[in-house]
């Protein structure tokens, strides 16, 4: 799916380091693409806060999905656990404060 402006998205709120506020997605709209052939997926945000809206540019796209690192790396066994990243490259699964994608599905 192409980004356009007008499309509802989500934005991922920051959370904070000591896990008082988690990593949320709040309501977005989309306000401008960016226009830059290096970054389609790059887009201006309208975010609907429950408290509030503010307005983002340049908002990279996040897919979410769980980075494989190199194969050989000598920590595989930590991947997930305790690990949720690794100097590898490997991340868990798990869209990133600050960026936006595209709303997940719901069962209905
Ligand atoms: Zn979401
Ligand atoms: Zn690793």
């Not at 799916?1 to 997605?25: D, I, L």
């Not at 309208?46 to 920590?75: I, S």
Request: proline residues 8%; negative net charge; charged residues 20%.
């Amino acid at each position: 799916m192409k980004p356009s402006v007008g499309r509802t998205v989500h934005y991922v709120s920051y959370g904070t380091p000591g896990g008082e506020y988690a990593s949320e997605c709040r309501a977005a709209i989309i306000t401008e693409l960016s226009g830059d052939p290096d970054h389609p997926n790059q887009v201006g945000l309208a975010v609907f806060n429950p408290t509030g809206m503010f307005f983002n540019r340049a908002v990279q796209y996040d897919d979410g999905a769980e980075q494989l690192g190199t194969p050989d790396c000598p920590n595989t066994i930590s991947h997930g656990d305790p690990f949720r990243y690794c100097t590898c490259g490997w991340r868990e699964a798990a869209y990133a404060g600050g960026t936006w994608h595209w709303p997940e599905r719901v069962a209905e």
